[in-house]
């Protein structure tokens, strides 16, 4: 009879693990000095074989082998012993490697938006060996749910975990706060006529930021001189943000007013020929001179030609007009005629 000893190591024993019980678990980059000895009613061994899965060397014939393992993993060492009367016998170990160096814990101080917490803490360190310890200065932890790797929270508070092993340990704590969430209310949809001055206001708060739609500005309140649809964004400090969307519906008849004529001498008034119009929301407008040619074209309501062509002025004369409007009633109107140019 004969047993297998390990020297020089402490080691800690440990539940299966992939269907084997290791006997040893080991750091990364350690080694074993194994030993083979006889019982005293045993004959003497004489020679020996060992096998080293995950070991360096992988092999020896000594007695005493000293072993390093580079590498995580189960590992099965093997020793076979040759007696005097040349009997032969085989005796096996596990071995556990585990990782020697920590990751970085991958969970930060986070401010969570909205009514309620439910968020995922992760220590990471997913490896064989490593235990889990979450604690709370704030929150009381279900004694089940604290040696986990991961930590599902529903409250805000400080939270802080411990991975350890035999190797060592490393620890994080983080904070999960409330943050502020803005509230925003610009009221219902109502009707306006055009021209009409609707103060809308985002409502304060200290650090808000504030972006409308249309018009892009950044400020609280703004005030709105056409009907249509807005809408603002406002972001508190903490990032949280709330957005809010009203319709101010033009309750008046569009009204426009196309002039025949204009006198682009560089003396006001009439001196462009721009149609006068209210409550429309698009507009394009061709004017041909007598050939056929395109002399002005535009989609914006708030120009006119100004009597030019090419870069000169147009010659006196009488010319064919189309402008095609949207009103915010949602009617497309079009109108043709013509329009007598003088200097």
């Known amino acids: 009879m004969r047993k297998l000893i390990f020297l020089g190591l402490t080691f800690w024993l440990v539940s299966a693990l992939c269907g084997q019980t290791p006997s040893l678990i ?45 590498d995580t993993g ?36 986070t401010v969570f938006c909205g009514s309620g917490i439910t968020m995922n803490l992760n220590a990471g360190n997913n490896f064989r060996g490593a235990q ?53 209310d610009l009221g219902n949809d109502r009707f306006v006529c055009r021209n009409a001055n609707v103060l809308l206001d985002a409502g304060f708060g200290n650090g808000f930021t504030y972006l409308w739609s249309p018009g892009n500005e950044t400020t609280q309140t703004i005030v709105a001189n056409i009907a249509g649809d807005y809408s603002v964004t406002v972001s508190s400090p903490d ?3 709330k957005t809010d969307a009203v319709s101010l519906i033009d309750s008046c008849p569009p009204v426009f007013f196309i002039p025949n004529a204009f006198t682009p001498n560089d003396a006001a008034p009439n001196d462009v020929f721009q149609p006068y119009l209210e409550g429309f929301t698009q507009f394009s407008m061709l004017i041909l001179n007598r050939w056929g040619q395109i002399v002005y074209k535009s989609t914006d ?29 949602k009617i497309r109107r079009i109108y043709t005629g013509n329009i007598t140019l003088l200097r």
């Not at 750091?27 to 061994?45: A, H, Q, V």
């Not at 189960?74 to 160096?101: H, P």
């Open 132 to 184: 889990y310890h979450w604690t709370s200065t704030d929150v009381n932890l279900s004694g089940k749910d604290t040696n986990n790797r991961t930590l599902t929270i529903t409250q805000p508070g400080t939270y802080a975990v411990k991975v350890y092993s035999k190797c060592g340990s490393t620890s994080k704590s983080i904070t999960v706060r409330q943050g502020v969430q803005p509230q925003v």
């Open 239 to 241: 990032g949280c943000i």
């Open 74 to 109: 189960l590992f099965l060492t093997t020793c076979q012993s040759t007696f005097s009367d040349s009997s032969k016998q085989t005796q096996t170990i596990w071995v556990l490697v585990i990782e020697s160096v920590f990751e970085p814990i991958p969970m930060r101080d």
């Open 26 to 70: 080991i750091c990364k980059g350690s080694g074993i000095n194994y030993k083979e000895f006889n019982t005293g009613n045993s004959l003497p061994s004489v020679s020996w074989k060992w096998t080293f899965q995950g070991g360096v060397p992988g092999t020896s014939a000594l007695r005493e082998p000293t072993v390093s393992y580079p």
């Open 301 to 329: 309501m708030k120009s006119g030609w100004d009597g030019n062509y090419m870069g000169k002025p147009a010659i006196t004369g009488v010319y064919a007009c189309r402008i095609e409007l949207m009103g915010t009633d």
